[in-house]
């Protein structure tokens, strides 16, 4: 047998250690059966074979998925570990498929802190898997062999064990989480310790194995996350790590939601374990620790930071309560759903708001960069207020709008609309800059650059062979002698002149040449038009046309 202090190996009729001196008494010495399900009937028993290929030789023991065998492989003529799983566990075919795929995984660790396995499959629809045989106990006997002695280990015992653990559970996590850690999954050898049932959580659906767990009453190990179907990372391996590491200073595991306080049964633990601890076992996984050697890295800086002296009273012993001293009260567990800033976080205080924005830097409604003079006598524009755009008045009379330069057209373009704007350029050009006397007909006709009515200005004869530059002669304004002719019949009113003609904008002379150059491509393009026109309605028509558009004279 081990003994459960030191783990060296121990003959059977010795009452003490050799290596560490612990006397071993009747109930701490021999091999005594499991803690739970003694009276479980094996489905299998001495003698049998299983898969025409393992013949069952002892049976270990049951466990909340199945039993274990011992068994010896017929094809490879060595002694295997053989776990046979409960058929009602999986049942459906998409689930046999997913527990092949987890203990597939489990096959491609080889880290000697790893049980090896070495086959899967199914046999009278009762899926297993066979592992390597290992000659130890559990974490959990030596557990329970500890506290029939009324023992616990110390922080200091626990470091060299959690750093064989941890480095189990480095090279795991590169598969994937272990999702089944827990003290009976620990096999503790006289120089090592060795992990298994690697991925078996993942390859049984979640609420069959999480009812087994319960009945085992071994769900305090399940993460938080894994029972209520969460998204799964290897963080939950650390919860189980702090929940084992909590088990084994005290014996005390969370129960419903209840977070033991470790310090309230030691009182020489140091406060940073206890710290170490709750954040482990915190139902948020974004408060735990992210990786197992961060985990390892936090508990050894804890047991080498000096402990302060204390000068109050002497603590009660380990487990003891001060006569007439109420319970202190377990702090509730952080919901699952918060995240780990919400959980970790203090209060928000009223300091800590974004100061206002202060009311002079705020943008001020500038005044308007376009004012429509007021036809009939209005003031000039050097004496117009700066108003905001709901104080210009508005005219009764309808006056033109004037584009802006800054913006872009807001409707399409056509060859009207080019005339019309070419006309309005020539007339603005023609008088001066604050001529508001009203428009008669011959004179908006003149500004419009077409002809009246009843005088229409003839139109060119067409030519045998029509050049290129014809049709753009047409577009050019023809009626710019009119336009300086129209005031003189107009008797203007008395309106206050400029003291000197203002000079031309920049922008408006920009404006002038966009329309020159969009009013000759405009007309290149109607006079290629017109030469295709001609061109083509001079060719004969066709010999055969069709019924539906008829015969052209």
């Known amino acids: 047998m081990l003994c459960h202090r030191c ?3 121990v003959p059977d009729n010795s009452e003490s250690c050799a290596t560490c001196g612990l006397k071993l008494t009747g109930a701490a010495a021999g091999a005594g059966p499991r803690r739970r ?36 492989d017929q094809e490879m003529d060595v002694e295997v570990a053989l776990k046979v799983i409960n058929p009602r566990l999986v049942q459906m075919p998409e689930e046999r498929t997913q527990f092949s795929f987890a203990l597939r995984q489990g096959k491609k660790l080889t880290h000697p802190h790893h049980v090896r396995v070495y086959e ?48 189990a559970l480095n090279t795991a996590h590169k598969y994937g989480p272990h999702s089944d850690l827990k003290p009976e999954n620990i096999v503790v050898l006289p120089d090592m310790l060795k992990v298994t049932d690697y991925g078996l959580a993942l390859g049984i ?55 033991p306080e470790l310090q309230a049964h030691d009182p020489e633990l140091p406060p940073g374990v206890e710290s170490l601890y709750r954040r482990t076992v915190n139902a948020n996984p974004l408060a735990r620790p992210k990786t197992a050697s961060e985990f390892l890295a936090e508990f050894s800086a804890a047991l080498a930071r000096p402990r302060p002296a204390s000068t109050g009273p002497a603590k009660p012993a380990a487990g003891a309560q001060a006569p007439g001293a109420a319970a202190r009260p377990r702090p509730k567990p952080v919901p699952y759903s918060l995240t780990a800033e919400l959980a970790t ?25 376009i004012q429509v003079p007021v036809v009939g006598g209005s003031p000039t ?49 023609a008088r001066p800059l604050d001529a508001t ?31 290129p530059p014809a049709p753009a002669a047409r577009a050019e304004p023809q009626p710019r002698p009119e336009v300086h002719a129209a005031p003189a019949r ?64």
């Open 437 to 467: 006397q009203p428009l008669d007909s011959a004179t908006l006709a003149a500004m419009m650059g077409r002809a009246p009515k009843p005088a229409p200005a003839p139109a060119p004869k067409p030519r045998p062979a029509p050049a």
């Open 37 to 72: 399900g003694a009276g479980v009937e094996a489905p299998y028993k001495v003698g049998d074979v299983f898969a025409k290929r393992y013949a069952i030789r002892e049976v270990l023991g049951p466990g909340p998925v199945g039993h274990v065998f011992r068994a010896l």
């Open 205 to 259: 659906p979640r609420l069959p194995f999480l009812q087994a767990q319960k009945v085992w009453r071994v769900a305090s190990y399940v993460a938080p996350e894994y029972a209520e179907g969460g998204e799964l990372d290897i963080r939950m391996d650390l919860y189980s790590l702090g929940v084992i590491l909590g088990e084994l200073l005290t014996g005390q595991t969370p129960e419903e939601g209840e977070v």
């Open 490 to 553: 107009v008797a203007p009113r008395n309106v206050p002149a400029p003291a000197a003609p203002a000079p031309r904008s920049r922008s408006s002379t920009v404006v002038l040449v966009l329309l020159t150059l969009a009013g000759l491509g405009l007309g290149a393009a109607g006079g290629y038009w017109l030469l295709w026109k001609i061109r083509h309605g001079s060719q004969p028509a066709p010999t055969a046309p069709s019924p539906s558009q008829g015969a052209k004279p």
């Open 7 to 9: 783990g060296s190996q």
């Open 345 to 369: 976080a203090s209060p928000l205080g009223s300091d800590m708001l974004p100061p206002p924005v202060p009311t002079a830097e705020l943008p001020a409604l500038a005044a308007p960069t």
């Open 381 to 429: 524009l050097e004496e117009l207020p700066k108003a905001t755009l709901q104080e210009v008045p508005v005219p009764s009379t309808p006056t033109r709008e004037v584009p802006r330069v800054d913006s872009a057209p807001t409707e399409l373009l056509s060859a009207d609309s080019i005339e019309q704007r070419l006309a309005s350029k020539a007339q603005e050009n």
């Open 120 to 167: 899967e499959g199914e046999d009278r629809n009762r899926p297993y898997f066979t592992t390597q045989l290992l000659e130890g106990m559990t974490l959990r006997r030596m557990m329970e062999q500890r506290a029939a002695q009324g023992q616990r280990f110390s922080a200091k015992e626990l470091e060299p064990l959690l750093a064989q653990l941890v480095e």
